[in-house]
């Protein structure tokens, strides 16, 4: 019996793997997994505050994936254009602040990636529901690319695309699973990446979302 469970966690339990995706761009897989319900009572809090919203694209499209910030800075789009900002434009008020647990699991994922030192101001918060996607883009509106980012993914997995800086330089696909820590910085600090439209799925946790956190030094 403690064979075959051996072998079962060796088949099915990635966790502790790291994969390179990139120079400067590591695959922590399941680093997040200890913190996880922890991590969505934090999201549930910060929505409870600053809801989910679609925002527009300068084009004026609606995207489908729904967003909300917390940190010092929060990322915005619409008619005006991609920025941060310090307040909320749906209630007026300051993004809410940063969960420890979100500041010290990315520190230490960056750290782990080769990235020391890594302290976020800004951190998106993602939920995608099947049939929303995230098309291919560089994170490019924070004032010093120097600082690495540091993605996290809970709930139903996604299909995570990672490129190169030009657009047309090869995608490549990666299978995001709860738990997983995508960190990119360095030589692949303005890579292109985006989320394939996500299949549907009921996640014990999450039900029919994922989110992800996006977290960032942007100010
Ligand atoms: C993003 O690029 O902001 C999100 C990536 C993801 O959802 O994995
Ligand atoms: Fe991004």
Same mark, same amino acid.
């Given at each position: 019996m403690a064979y075959i469970r051996g072998t079962m966690q060796s088949l099915f339990d990635r966790r502790g793997e790291t994969e390179a995706l990139g120079p400067g761009a590591t695959l922590l897989r399941g680093r997040a997994l200890p913190l996880a319900t922890t991590l969505l009572a934090e999201i549930e809090k910060i929505a409870a505050r600053a809801p989910f919203r679609r925002m527009k694209t300068p084009g004026g499209f609606e995207m489908s994936v729904a967003m909300t910030n917390c940190g010092t800075a929060g990322w915005l789009t619409d008619r005006k254009g991609y920025r941060y900002d310090t307040t909320d434009p749906e209630t007026?008020?300051?993004?809410p602040p940063m969960p420890e647990v979100f500041l010290a699991l990315a520190r230490g994922a960056a750290a782990e990636a080769g990235h020391a030192g890594f302290v976020p101001d800004a951190c998106l918060v993602n939920r995608y529901e099947p049939g929303t996607r995230l098309s291919l883009h560089q994170d490019?509106?924070?004032?010093?690319? %120097?600082h690495p980012i540091v993605s996290i993914s809970l709930g139903l997995p996604a299909t995570f695309q990672f490129g190169g800086s030009k657009r047309s330089d090869p995608v490549r696909r990666v299978a995001l699973e709860h738990g997983d820590v995508v960190v990119w910085g360095g030589p692949s600090r303005l890579f292109h990446h985006g989320v394939l439209v996500l299949k549907a799925g009921a996640h014990a946790?999450? %039900?029919r979302h994922r989110f992800n956190l996006t977290l960032r030094k942007a100010l």
């Open positions: 007026g008020q300051p993004w490019r509106d924070e004032a010093d690319y %120097g946790l999450t %039900g």
